[in-house]
């Protein structure tokens, strides 16, 4: 079960990527679980995607609701 500071990550990788900070105690969380990788785009920052995994878990929250 992911905690609400997990889930809000999570959440926030998947709409805005690129204002994740990779360093987030959360992000190796969700990294732990195959719910987020780590990307490098270009030779600059590390930034966070979701995974189909986390894809999956975001769609069955929204069901949930």
């Given amino acids: 079960m992911l905690s609400p500071h997990e889930l809000a990550t999570l959440m926030l ?4 990527p ?13 990294r732990a679980l195959e719910l987020i990788a780590l990307e490098q785009p270009d030779a600059g ?16 929250i929204a069901r949930a609701r």
């Fill in 13 to 16: 990788v998947k709409d805005a």
């Fill in 18 to 30: 690129e204002r994740m900070d990779a360093g987030r105690e959360e992000v190796g969380v969700l």
């Fill in 45 to 60: 920052r590390t930034m966070p995607r979701v995974t189909p995994r986390g894809e999956a878990m975001l769609r069955a």
